[in-house]
């Protein structure tokens, strides 16, 4: 890394070098960060393929196309697939030019397995210990100028796998925080400083399909801790009704909460 000199009032050296600075001769800051190496030793790390298609042109062929996330992966490779915890071996690394001896991290190849196995979009092949639960800490920026709201329920998109999620405390716009959050269904994830590829998420509002927060997974959390008991849409919709002045805002404060709940 080299200093850059910047000025955002007129983006100079931002977007491409600018003439006012001719003593400085080297890449602008977005040059300098397209051509930055976030993660130069994926390959080395344990095996990670989330499914992203299931190809099955005939019934003598089942592929399962995606990007390698991290890790390497040849044929003859024992992976688990995962959160079923069924296991295989790969048979073979299919490419458009013909197959490969060896793939890494972060090609997109198709991979077959030796045996028939249940494996969908969402599901992840693996190699090496991998967390598999439904709960976990995460630190979350939220980017939405709506807040984050522990009594609503949320998209969460980890890899291939979208599912519905919630959390355990609230979050203003660009506030950074941690929390606890819980998914309706397993998710197969490490530790973000262990694997950024599984070890980070988005969250979507499920009403304006808006990508409202990114996180990073801290660690996994206790899967027999039971989240406190949010009301039932019944409830809800009777708080409302009751906490608005008017008989048209109750009308139109649950005709809101409807439109959410359907979305």
């Known amino acids: 890394m080299y200093p850059i000199p910047l000025s955002a009032l007129h983006g100079d050296n931002v977007i491409s070098r600018s003439n006012r600075t001719p003593w400085f001769d080297r ?11 976030v993660d130069s030793d994926a390959a080395a790390k344990p095996f990670r393929f989330p499914v992203q298609l ?3 042109p005939h019934d003598a062929f089942r592929g399962y196309a995606g990007q390698i996330v991290s890790g390497t992966v040849r044929p003859g490779d024992s992976v688990t697939v995962q ?27 198709m991979l077959t397995l030796d045996t028939e196995v249940d494996v969908s979009r969402g599901d992840v092949l693996t190699h090496g210990a991998a967390h598999v639960g439904r709960r976990f800490e995460a630190e979350v920026v939220w980017m939405d100028e709506r807040s984050l709201d522990p009594a609503r329920v949320y998209l969460l998109k980890h890899g291939t796998r979208t599912v519905t999620a919630e959390v355990n405390r609230g979050l203003m ?20 400083r262990d694997n950024r590829g599984t070890g980070s998420f988005i969250l979507i509002d499920p009403s304006t399909h808006f990508t409202s927060g990114a996180g990073m ?47």
């Open 27 to 37: 890449p602008s800051l977005l040059e300098y960060l397209e051509a930055l190496d």
């Open 54 to 56: 299931v190809l099955r």
């Open 83 to 109: 959160p079923s915890g069924a296991t295989a071996r790969i048979a073979r690394v299919v490419t458009w030019d013909g197959d490969l001896a060896s793939a890494h991290a972060p090609m997109s190849v």
């Open 173 to 192: 716009l660009n506030q950074i925080g941690q929390l606890t959050v819980t998914a309706a269904r397993p998710l197969v994830f490490d530790r973000y």
């Open 217 to 263: 997974i801290v660690e996994p959390a206790r899967e027999d801790v039971v989240p406190a008991t949010r009301p039932s849409a019944a409830q809800r919709l009777a708080q409302l009704a009751r906490a608005a002045a008017s008989d048209g805002d109750a009308a139109e404060a649950v005709g809101r909460a409807l439109e959410e709940m359907l979305t």
